[in-house]
T-cell receptor, first 112, second 113 residues
Framework: DGGITQSPKYLFRKEGQNVTLSCEQNLNHDAMYWYRQDPGQGLRLIYYSQIVNDFQKGDIAEGYSVSREKKESFPLTVTSAQKNPTAFYLC???????????FGEGSWLTVV | AQSVAQPEDQVNVAEGNPLTVKCTYSVSGNPYLFWYVQYPNRGLQFLLKYITGDNLVKGSYGFEAEFNKSQTSFHLKKPSALVSDSALYFCAVRDHGTYKYIFGTGTRLKVLA
């Protein structure tokens, strides 16, 4: 099946730890994105990538890092510098300027 | 800068009644507009989009949206609401010149039986 796969669905992080959220797509989309969603708030863009080996900061990039070594993969690392990482993280992808952005099922990150 | 606004945090409607979820936008140039729905603990699902052409856009699950250039609005509508339509709805606009999609804050729709 074509789609966007995020893993894990639930992740717990201890204070001071880095964690990595996986995002894989087999839609052959060029662009990939990471959004953060907090309860009662909309989606905020963390990072996006238009092509392999290139990515840009979004509105809330501090404390996060990404890589785009392969077209189908766009992992997000939540570093210890992110002071309030508990949130729902959504990965998405799109192709072309006029086309729809599609989302994965999301990953919950909780700091314990 | 491109932006969208969803003025209502929550909309309540009785089952069988028509529903409207509001969205206004601010863009330079022609807007590329989208509606998504999110059920609890899930990703966003695409409903419909306006790129060009007919101002009335039909989408999934019986939803439609009307593009109004003079009012810079793109309201989501459905003639007869179902309890299963209860969810969080997001309006979005594509930023021209980049690959960024900008989302509204979301409107929670509650359909009452």
């Amino acid at each position: 099946d074509g789609g966007i796969t995020q893993s894990p669905k639930y992740l717990f992080r201890k204070e001071g730890q880095n964690v990595t959220l996986s995002c894989e797509q087999n839609l052959n989309h060029d662009a990939m994105y990471w959004y953060r969603q907090d309860p009662g708030q909309g989606l905020r863009l963390i990072y996006y990538s238009q092509i392999v080996n290139d990515f840009q900061k979004g509105d809330i990039a501090e404390g996060y890092s990404v890589s785009r070594e392969k077209k189908e993969s766009f992992p997000l690392t939540v570093t210890s510098a992110q002071k309030n990482p508990t949130a729902f993280y959504l990965c998405a992808s799109s192709i072309g300027e006029r086309n729809t952005i599609y989302f994965g099922e999301g990953s919950w990150l909780t700091v314990v | 800068a491109q932006s969208v606004a969803q003025p209502e945090d929550q909309v309540n409607v009785a089952e069988g009644n028509p529903l409207t979820v509001k969205c206004t936008y601010s863009v330079s140039g022609n807007p590329y507009l989208f509606w998504y729905v999110q059920y609890p603990n899930r990703g966003l699902q695409f409903l419909l989009k306006y790129i060009t052409g007919d101002n009335l856009v039909k989408g999934s699950y019986g939803f439609e949206a009307e593009f109004n250039k003079s009012q810079t609005s793109f309201h989501l509508k459905k003639p007869s609401a179902l309890v299963s339509d209860s969810a969080l709805y997001f309006c979005a606009v594509r930023d021209h010149g980049t690959y960024k999609y900008i989302f509204g804050t979301g409107t929670r729709l509650k359909v009452l039986a």
